[in-house]
């Protein structure tokens, strides 16, 4: 059972550097997010989708873009990358939007 | 806007309960969650609640739910090393396109 899967699981960015972090669900769930999690901060929502092809804004999404061109996947762009982006992300993928299924996270280290 | 609270630490002996407490502001939420993450890993559901709901167990775990004070609870008894992790209350708005509001996790450890 895939479940939800994060590509790749480590990366170290150069400071303007772009790059894609990629998440795939094999569960036909319609609402995906994207979520960084921070120490202290807890879980802080990037950007979400709701079905292919529909996408909004979390509470953080400044730097980032997603895009739904498909049930499965609903990858995450760093357009610039900055050292405030090192984080620890999570993609997730839910039916009903709370019972939420997480991917293993990507460990993003800019420097 | 909506928030959720936690204590951030709770520290208990191998083989007794742990009481992981959270208070919520929204009153319309309509499922509340705990989820599990152990270290390295992503978050994993542990339970859930509907809101006409004031408790619900299974197996080593009780959920219970004060709708009057906001206040959602997790109890897990008999609690064992591999219980340590962190656990994070969520709370459901379904008219807020189904997004989850978390709190910021409190951090079970567990000792010999």
């Known amino acids: 059972n895939a479940g939800v899967t994060q590509t790749p699981k480590f990366q170290v960015l150069k400071t303007g550097q772009s790059m894609t972090l990629q998440c795939a669900q094999d569960m036909n769930h319609e609402y995906m997010s994207w979520y960084r999690q921070d120490p202290g901060m807890g879980l802080r929502l990037i950007h979400y989708s709701v079905g292919a092809g529909i996408t909004d804004q979390g509470e953080v999404p400044n730097g980032y873009n997603v895009s739904r061109s498909t049930t499965e996947d609903f990858p995450l762009r760093l357009l610039s990358a900055a050292p405030s982006q090192t984080s620890v992300y999570f993609c997730a993928s839910s039916n009903d939007g709370g019972t939420a299924f997480f991917g293993q996270g990507t460990r993003l280290t800019v420097v | 806007g909506e928030d959720v609270e936690q204590s951030l630490f709770l520290s208990v002996r191998e083989g007794d309960s742990s009481v992981i407490n959270c208070t919520y502001t929204?009153?319309?939420?309509?499922?509340l969650y705990w989820y599990k993450q152990e270290p390295g890993a992503g978050l994993q559901l542990l339970t859930y609640i509907f809101s006409n709901m004031d408790m619900k167990q299974d197996q080593r775990l009780t959920v219970l739910l004060n709708k009057k004070d906001k206040h959602l609870s997790l109890r897990i008894a008999d609690t064992q090393t591999g219980d340590s992790a962190i656990y994070f209350c969520?709370?459901?708005?379904?008219?807020?396109?189904?997004?989850?509001?978390w709190g910021l996790g409190t951090s079970l450890a567990v000792n010999p």
């Open positions: 969520a709370v459901l708005n379904a008219g807020n396109n189904r997004k989850l509001i």
């Open positions: 929204d009153s319309s939420s309509t499922y």
